[in-house]
Nanobody
Framework: QVLLVEFGGGLVQAGGSMRLSCTAS????????MGWFRQAPGKEREFVAA????????YYADSVKGRFTISRDNAKNTVYLQMNSLKPEDTAVYYC???????????????WGQGTQVAVSS
């Protein structure tokens, strides 16, 4: 079993930056691909970014490419999502996820955090 806990959500103005973090416990984190997804009100949950277990590969949704950066620190069992140039359309609940069953860019993942709210004001 893997427990994922997200930190760092909140309210930010458009054009601002925010960093989310997700700490994992309960299993060897280092060998697990990690991802971030988000769900805006009234919309389906969508892929945001993912990073392979050695951080040799990263994946991004087109909507965040060039603005968001995913990274990980295996020594700290933590994955990060640095979000720059935020837009109101980035407003959503952001979920950390671990261990995809197929492609890193899509569900299902085996493990999920509880989510953290990010709100971007215009």
């Amino acid at each position: 079993q893997v427990l994922l806990v997200e930190f760092g959500g909140g309210l930010v103005q458009a054009g601002g930056s925010m960093r989310l973090s997700c700490t994992a416990s309960g299993r060897t984190f280092s060998y697990v691909t990690m991802g971030w997804f988000r769900q805006a009100p009234g919309k389906e949950r969508e892929f945001v970014a993912a990073v392979s277990w050695r951080a040799s590969n990263t994946y991004y949704a087109d909507s965040v490419k060039g603005r968001f950066t995913i990274s990980r620190d295996n020594a700290k069992n933590t994955v990060y999502l640095q979000m720059n140039s935020l837009k109101p359309e980035d407003t959503a609940v952001y979920y950390c996820a671990g261990d995809p069953t197929s492609r890193p860019t899509m569900e299902p993942y085996n493990y999920w955090g509880q989510g953290t709210q990010v709100a971007v004001s215009s």
